[in-house]
Each structure stands twice: as structure tokens, then as C-alpha cells.
């Protein structure tokens, strides 16, 4: 299983937001901080904002928070809400059937099995949690380090 970038982005945001709660924040110093798109990061706080997960205020000393407590923001659900879908293979497409094996495959099943026990897992888990994992906000003076969600890939010279 694995993360849109759209979802790695709302997650990162959230943490991000979560530990700087004392200050309105920006998206530029978010993007700055794990230099990613900024344009991007702008579609993902909107639908973040949409959500209410985020809080955004315009103008010269505008810029976004935390719509809830960190506790009361339950990962799996801002999952669920972030990605398009989990296909985990072609036959989770309804409208892809060509599968030779889909009349008597086991592997839709197990996939499906899977993903419900990852996302269960997800749902046992709040952004206070992931705060706590690296040490709360006060453990690192309020700055934290770009956070990896995926290996990234390494090409050969």
C-alpha cells in the first residue's frame, strides 16, 4: 500500500500545523520546509480547509491552523478522505474487468483483507499520536526535520 502524494502532503500539513500551533502558518513556510510544490500544497490545504481540518485567514497576518485539537484529528479518516481510491490491483476497478483470473481469483479478497487491516490500524491513530512518536512540540523547539514517507528511489551514474 502506498500514499498518494496528495495524502503524504495533508499529512505532512497537518503534522506541520499541529506542532506550530502557537502561530498562523503559511503555506510557503511549508513547502520551504519539505520543498515540495507549493502550487500543489495550495490544492491540498484547500481540501484540508474544506474538511475543516485546517482553518485559513486571509490577508497581511493571514494564513492557516488547526481546525480541531490534534487529538481529535483521526488519521484514517483524513486517509480515507485524501485518496482518490484503493485499488490495490486491476480487478478492484469495476470498470476494468479483464482480468483472465477474476471468475475464480482469492487474491481480490486477500488485498481487500489487507487494506481494511491497514486502514484499521490507521483508524486507532490521532495526529497527537504521530506528535508524541517524535517527541512532541516542545521537544524539538518548535522545528522540525522533513519527514521521509517513502524510500526514495536511487539512480545509478
Known sequence: MRLTTYTDYALRTL????????RMVTIQDIADLHGISKNHLTKVVHQLGQLGLVETVRGRNGGIKLGHEPAEINIGKVVRQTET????????DSDNTSCAYASACALKDALGAATTAYLKVLDDVTLENLLRKRGGRTGNGGVIKPLRFHAQAKTKK
Open 15 to 22: 503534522m506541520y500545523l499541529a506542532v506550530n500551533r502557537e
Open 85 to 92: 481510491d484503493f485499488h490495490m490491483a486491476e480487478c478492484f
